[in-house]
């Protein structure tokens, strides 16, 4: 299978690993939780592998969104290149993957350190892995809004996939971010298996 067909499929790739991180991990302890189940949570060895996965799975989407940024900016037709919006698009996925490895590298220090510090550092790690969030809420924005807009017209995904992309960026920049995020997943599965398609008809500009 050649490269343009491998590449958008990174998206699904990136999707699997996501969700395969948090299933092993489980769901972090609340920012109010006692000493013991933060110690038993951070000294689990699912959660060092659950963020390992996570920063695997970050790295697949940085692949997605440059796929689809160079769809943006060469696809073929009448209209121009997308241009900025192309540019949102890269801009919004380096950001959402430097989030998941924040919370990756938060989640893997505290497993690091978690029975040599006291109960004071390993709650404040807990509450930055909990709480570290708007990097990864403006990433989602940006990158659904910018390929929303930049897809519009031009045929690298229907115009419906747009206008979904654009409604959830626009969602993501609201206390209701975290549907965005589920709904980025839901997307980019679908988007991953279309450009995937697509791919197979036609090279996309820019991949051999």
Request: zero cysteines; a negative charge; proline letters at 5%.
């Amino acid at each position: 299978m050649s490269s343009r067909k491998l590449l958008p499929l990174s998206g699904a790739a990136s999707v699997l690993l996501i969700i395969i991180s948090f299933l092993i991990a489980g769901e972090p302890p609340d920012v109010d939780a006692v000493p013991e189940d933060l110690l038993s949570y951070y000294t689990d060895d699912g959660t060092q592998i659950g963020a390992a996965l996570l920063a695997l799975g970050a790295f697949f989407f940085l692949v997605f969104s440059a796929t689809v940024a160079t769809g943006l900016n060469g696809t073929p037709g009448d209209r121009e290149p997308a241009g900025v919006a192309g540019k949102v698009s890269f801009a919004g996925g380096i950001l959402f993957t430097v989030g998941m490895t924040i919370f990756a590298g938060i989640s893997f220090t505290a497993g690091e350190v978690a029975e040599e510090v006291d109960a004071g550092a390993l709650q404040t790690l807990n509450a930055l892995e909990m709480n570290m969030f708007l990097p990864a809420a403006i990433g989602v924005a940006a990158f659904l809004l910018g390929t929303g807009l930049g897809s519009l017209g031009r045929g690298l995904l229907p115009n419906w996939m747009a206008w979904v992309a654009i409604v959830l960026g626009v969602l993501a920049l609201t206390p209701a971010g975290f549907a965005a995020f589920i709904g980025l997943g839901i997307w980019t599965l679908v988007a991953s298996a279309m450009l995937a398609a697509r791919a197979g008809d036609a090279p996309m500009p820019g991949v051999d």
